[in-house]
């Protein structure tokens, strides 16, 4: 009995065989349904903060206020 050779691990650890990359080949040449791709799109990441994106602001506290509040933030992420 032979092994199969395997390409790599799936992000579960599976292994990626020969077998796999037909499976997946023959799905990509039937063509994918991109209502079901588009709907799957906004299920990943984080949830919005509300009805638009949100933006990304950068601060630059004085050293002394951030040296204070860094064991404030260290209980707050984690309670215990």
Excluded: C, F, H
């Excluded at 299920?43 to 949100?54: F, V, Y």
């Amino acid at each position: 009995m032979s092994q199969d050779r395997v390409y790599g691990n799936t992000r579960s650890g599976d292994p990626i065989t020969e077998k796999e990359i037909e499976t997946l080949s023959a799905q990509a040449d039937a063509g994918y349904d991109v209502d079901t791709l588009l709907v799957r799109r906004g299920k990943r990441g984080r949830p919005a903060l509300g009805l638009a994106p949100a933006s990304v602001e950068s601060i630059r506290p004085d050293p002394r206020l951030a040296s204070e509040d860094a064991p404030v933030a260290r209980t707050r992420r984690n309670p215990r």
